[in-house]
C-alpha cells in the first residue's frame, strides 16, 4: 500500500487549520452568546439574529457549496455527453439565494422564526409540518452522505490509493468521533 506522504501532510495541516478555527469560534461565540437576548438555542441557530451581511453571506455559501458540489460540477462537465450545460447547480443555487434574500428574508426575520418550517407550522398545524419535515430530512441526510463520498474519494486519490468507501469510512469515523470526544 502506497502513502503519498506530501498529501498526508497537507490533509494533516488542513484539519488541524479547521480544528483550530473551530476551537476559535466557539469561545468566540460563547463570549458573543452572553451579549444576546435570545435563548441559547436561537443563538445555535440563527446567531442571535446579529450576523451581518457579510458572515450571512458566507455562512449560507458554506452551506450549500460542499465537496457533494464540487466534485458533481466537476463531474458533470468533464462528462463529454453532458459537459457545462449539465452543469445547473451554480446557476439554481445562486437563484435560490438571491429569491430567498428578496422576498422571504424580512417576513421571517420580521417574526422572529426560527426555521422554515416556522410558517408552515405556524399556518397548517404540527401535521402538516411533520410531513414537510421528510423531504428535507431525506435532502439533508443525502447532502452529508454526498459530502462524506467525496471526502472518501479526494482522500483515497490524494493518500492512500483505496477504494473510496473505506475512505468515506474513515471520514464518517472522524466526523462522528470529534463531537464525542468533545463532550466526553
Known amino acids: 500500500m502506497a502513502v503519498n506522504w506530501p498529501g498526508l501532510v497537507s490533509i494533516g495541516v488542513f484539519y488541524i487549520i479547521v480544528l483550530g478555527t473551530g476551537i476559535w469560534a466557539s469561545r ?13 438555542s436561537e443563538v445555535a441557530m ?18 450549500w457549496v460542499g465537496g457533494g458540489y464540487i466534485m458533481g460540477i466537476a463531474e458533470m462537465v468533464y462528462n463529454p455527453m ?4 449539465w452543469a445547473v447547480a451554480p446557476l439554481a443555487f ?13 417576513p421571517i426575520r420580521s417574526k422572529n422564526y426560527v426555521t422554515l418550517m416556522d410558517p408552515f407550522q405556524e399556518k397548517y398545524g404540527n401535521k402538516v409540518s411533520a410531513v414537510l419535515f421528510i ?14 463520498a467525496a471526502l472518501g474519494v479526494t482522500w483515497n486519490l490524494r493518500v492512500w490509493f483505496l477504494p473510496s ?3 468515506t ?5 472522524v466526523v462522528l468521533a470529534l463531537p464525542s470526544l468533545r463532550s466526553g
Open 28 to 40: 468566540k461565540s460563547k463570549r458573543e452568546e452572553k451579549k444576546c437576548s435570545g435563548n441559547r
Open 46 to 63: 440563527v446567531g442571535g439574529r446579529n450576523l451581518n451581511v457579510c458572515v450571512s453571506i458566507f455562512t449560507m455559501t458554506a452551506t
Open 82 to 85: 453532458k459537459g457545462l450545460v
Open 94 to 106: 445562486s437563484m435560490s439565494l438571491i429569491i430567498g434574500a428578496l422576498f422571504f428574508v424580512k
Open 135 to 148: 423531504p428535507a430530512l431525506i435532502g439533508d441526510i443525502l447532502w452529508i452522505a454526498s459530502i462524506l
Open 165 to 167: 468507501v473505506l475512505g
Open 169 to 173: 469510512m474513515e471520514h464518517s469515523g
